[in-house]
């Protein structure tokens, strides 16, 4: 590996101009390429509005905060080599997602559609007052937990953070 940071007089590192300009934008595409966030973003913005979609964002953002945190310090390296581990989280992250289409279903059934019917809001509103007082806290969490757990319990994530971050550390 090539020598990415240089040593500060407290005996911190520091990341080197260079590198930081390769992990840059590799980091902004790995936040881009779709996956499991970029799917639930879409169908919660999509199904709820604008507001709840980005809750869901912020919660993926704080997924993707705690997995860079984990690969810095070694946790991801742990939970990598570790098969049981591993295992519990994929199985718990695999869980998360099938309960996650399970409600899916069941709130398309209340609706009265049929389960096949995709419903998009696409209808304009007008706003009659911000988007924040709209949205009350108990949904705004909802929403977030939904885009953290779905970030937070992908093992994928854990792997790809583990090969990507030490190359530039």
């Known amino acids: 590996t090539v020598l990415a940071s240089t040593r500060l007089n407290e005996g911190l590192t520091m990341i080197s101009l260079d590198n930081l300009l390769l992990f840059v934008p590799m980091a902004a595409i790995l936040v881009m390429l779709p996956g499991p966030d970029f799917a639930l ?3 919660i913005s999509l ?11 912020v919660g993926v953002a704080l997924g993707i905060c705690v997995h860079t945190s984990a690969a810095m310090l070694g946790i991801s390296a742990i939970i990598a080599q570790s098969v049981l581990w591993f295992s519990v989280l994929k199985y718990v ?23 096949s019917a995709a419903v998009v809001k696409t209808v304009h509103q007008p706003d ?22 779905t970030n937070a319990l992908n093992p994928k994530a854990v ?11």
């Not at 009659?128 to 757990?149: C, E």
């Open 128 to 149: 009659t007052q911000p988007p924040a007082r709209r949205l009350g806290l108990r949904k705004w969490l909802h929403f977030f937990g939904q885009g953290f757990l």
């Open 159 to 169: 792997l790809i953070f583990l090969t990507f971050l030490p190359q530039f550390m």
């Open 41 to 43: 973003i879409a169908k």
């Open 47 to 57: 199904m709820n509005g604008r507001p709840q979609g980005q809750a869901a964002a």
């Open 93 to 115: 992250g695999a869980a998360y997602l099938v309960w996650l289409g399970i409600q899916a279903l069941r709130a398309g059934q209340r609706a009265g559609q049929p389960l």
